[in-house]
């Protein structure tokens, strides 16, 4: 299975101020259909998680245009350009490249100062 | 508006079964993937498998090969996922998820996660 690890696992950010996850992935997310199967979701507390980025860098229906997503190969990053008070929870990066093995970084939980 | 609403909270003894279901609306079912995602008491998240209803054909990871069963009834709407030999590793809230394709258009495979269910809490417990 293709494992996943996203840095840092814990971050504290002003309102206002930006933030970056990485996450990194133990083989190339690059599929031979040219594709990058690599996404991005936010578990608000006591909530089911909710898409974000799809793709790569591709934002979600409904997603504010703060957040963005880059990357390729096994580096990939999602940005907040001004956090909100309502962007606290756990983000998780998913591969999806291999079919048979869908997985999930561990999470990074982000909280306000 | 898509929805999948899950069924309610089981309590299971070990070494039984349990069968979670999910129900969609809001989104063409025959241009549905479903899958099912675990996520153990302050854990991450875990995939378990899933199907597209118009092939009916459920992929499972190698980990729950054999004990996890993932079916569709298009006439309802409705996925299930039955997970046998319960331990109490298997306390969890299961998740239900699920990729709609745009009119005209048939997922291929159950890449692509856009919509979760409430979440269903099993708990495994003697």
């Known amino acids: 299975d293709i494992v996943m690890t996203q840095t840092p696992l814990s971050l504290s950010v002003t309102p206002g101020q930006p933030a970056s996850i990485s996450c990194k992935s133990s083989q190339s997310l690059l599929h031979s259909d040219g594709k990058t199967y690599l996404y991005w979701y936010l578990q608000k507390p006591g909530q089911s998680p909710q898409l974000l980025i799809y793709e790569v860098s591709n934002r979600f229906s409904g997603v504010p245009d703060r957040f963005s997503g880059s990357g390729s190969g096994t580096d990939f990053t999602l940005k907040i350009s001004r956090v909100e008070a309502d962007d606290v929870g756990v983000y998780y990066c998913m591969q999806s490249t291999q079919l048979r093995g869908l997985t999930f970084g561990p999470g990074t939980k982000v909280d306000i100062k | 508006q898509v929805q999948l609403v899950q069924s309610g909270a089981e309590v299971k003894k070990p070494g039984s079964s349990v069968k979670v279901s999910c129900k969609a609306s809001?989104?063409?079912?025959?241009?549905?993937?479903i899958s099912w995602v675990r996520q153990a008491p302050g854990q991450g998240l875990e995939w378990m498998g899933g199907i597209i209803p118009i092939f009916r054909a459920p992929n499972y990871p190698q980990k729950f090969q054999g004990r996890v069963t993932i079916t569709a009834d298009e006439s309802t709407r409705t996925v299930y996922l039955d997970l046998s030999s319960l331990t109490s590793e298997d306390t969890a809230v299961y998740y239900c998820?699920?990729?709609?394709?745009?009119?005209?258009?048939?997922?291929?495979?159950?890449?692509?996660?856009?919509?979760w269910g409430q979440g269903t809490l099993v708990t495994v417990s003697s």
């Open positions: 998820a699920a990729y709609f394709a745009p009119s005209g258009y048939y997922p291929k495979t159950l890449r692509r996660i856009d919509h």
């Open positions: 809001g989104g063409t079912f025959s241009r549905s993937a």
